[in-house]
């Protein structure tokens, strides 16, 4: 399903990042980093209905020729973003929204970690095994 999940913190810097080709991991950052942008903009839009501001789901931020990237946003301000292969045209839209909200429990689960840090990179192997499951199922 994706090739690239990415956690980036509220002060936008990475927490967690993984690609499955791993030869071209700096594009994938740099898809991610780009994204970021699209992620404020849609945060930030000015004249949003009070229900719209509590809806964690960004949806598409972007195509690109290759990759689709996908946002969502908890509400503390941090961003995950999903890369998915554009050749992947069964995947839907409440198909992604399922793959954002298994990672924000997952997420969760590390944040409620006594002995983790908020700030600092994920390191905890349950976290990194429901990221690969997801990145997994695409092939």
Known sequence: MAVCIAVIAKENYPL???????????KFHYTVHT?????????SGVGKALADQRELY??????????KVYGYVTNSKVKFVIVVDSSNTSLRDNEIRSMFRKLHNSFTDVMCNPFYNPGDPIQSKAFDSIVSTMMVQAF
């Open 16 to 26: 967690y990042i993984r690609s499955v080709p791993t030869q071209g991991e700096l």
């Open 58 to 67: 960004l949806g598409l931020l972007y195509p690109t020729e290759d990759y």
């Open 35 to 43: 994204s970021l942008d699209v992620v404020e903009e849609k945060i």
